[in-house]
T-cell receptor, first 114, second 111 residues
C-alpha cells in the first residue's frame, strides 16, 4: 500500500538552530499539505501545495518557517531559527487530484526544541 | 470563533455503549466533511466521509446538516479498540480542498 514518507521521525534541536523536515507524498498526488499538531490539539494547516505552487500559506509563520516543493513531488519544511514553542508533531499529507478528496498522512516528525 | 468546534470530551464509556460526537463548522462554503481517527502518537486516518444523505459503515453512522452547519458521528456497540481521538474535518479555502481539523474528542472505552 502506498504511503506518505516523512523523515526524520524524531528530531531534537536547540533553540535558535535551523531544522528541516522532508516529505515524499504518494505517487500521483498533486496536493501536499504540511500540518503542525501540538499535543492535545487538532492538526493546524501550515501550508498547502498544488503541484509546485503554494495554494494556502496564510497560517505559516513566514518570519521563521519556509516550505518548498520545487519539482512538484517531494517537499521540505524548514524552521530557522527554532523556538521552544515550535515543539510539536509536524505532519505531511497528500491528496489525489480532484475536489473533496481525503488526505493521507505520513507518520510525522516529532520535533523537540530544547 | 474557531472554524471547526467539537465536544471537548473526554468520553469514558463501557463496552457496548452507544456514544455520539458533535461538531459544528463556521464556514457555510465548506464543501466536504470527514471524520478522522487518531490513535495516541499516531497519524490521523480517515474513518469515514460525511454526506448530506447520511452514511453508515458498520457500527459507525455519520450525519451532516448543512443548514445548521452541524456534523455528527454515532458509534454503536463500542469496542475497546474504538478508544482513540476522533477529529471532525471540513474542507475550506478558495480551492475547496484544504482540510481544517477540529480539536478532536477523545473516547475511552473500558471493559
Amino acid at each position: 500500500e502506498a504511503e506518505v514518507a516523512q523523515s526524520p521521525r524524531y528530531k531534537i534541536t536547540e533553540k535558535s538552530q535551523a531544522v528541516a523536515f522532508w516529505c515524499d507524498p504518494i505517487s500521483g498526488h498533486a496536493t501536499l499539505y504540511w500540518y503542525r499538531q501540538i499535543l492535545g490539539q487538532g492538526p493546524e494547516l501550515l501550508v498547502q501545495f498544488q503541484d509546485e505552487s503554494v495554494v494556502d500559506d496564510s497560517q505559516l509563520p513566514k518570519d521563521r518557517f519556509s516550505a518548498e516543493r520545487l519539482k512538484g513531488v517531494d517537499s521540505t519544511l524548514k524552521i530557522q531559527p527554532a523556538e521552544l514553542g515550535d515543539s510539536a508533531m509536524y505532519l505531511c499529507a497528500s491528496s489525489p487530484p480532484g475536489m473533496n478528496t481525503e488526505a493521507f498522512f505520513g507518520q510525522g516528525t516529532r520535533l523537540t526544541v530544547v | 470563533r474557531k472554524e471547526v468546534e467539537q465536544d471537548p470530551g473526554p468520553f469514558n464509556v463501557p463496552e457496548g455503549a452507544t456514544v455520539a460526537f458533535n461538531c459544528t463548522y463556521s464556514n457555510s462554503a465548506s464543501q466536504s466533511f470527514f471524520w478522522y481517527r487518531q490513535d495516541c502518537r499516531k497519524e490521523p486516518k480517515l474513518l469515514m466521509s460525511v454526506y448530506s444523505s447520511g452514511n453508515e459503515d458498520g457500527r459507525f453512522t455519520a450525519q451532516l446538516n448543512r443548514a445548521s452547519q452541524y456534523i455528527s458521528l454515532l458509534i454503536r456497540d463500542s469496542k475497546l479498540s474504538d478508544s482513540a481521538t476522533y477529529l471532525c474535518v471540513v474542507t475550506q479555502n478558495q480551492a475547496g480542498t484544504a482540510l481544517i481539523f477540529g480539536k478532536g474528542t477523545t473516547l475511552s472505552v473500558s471493559s
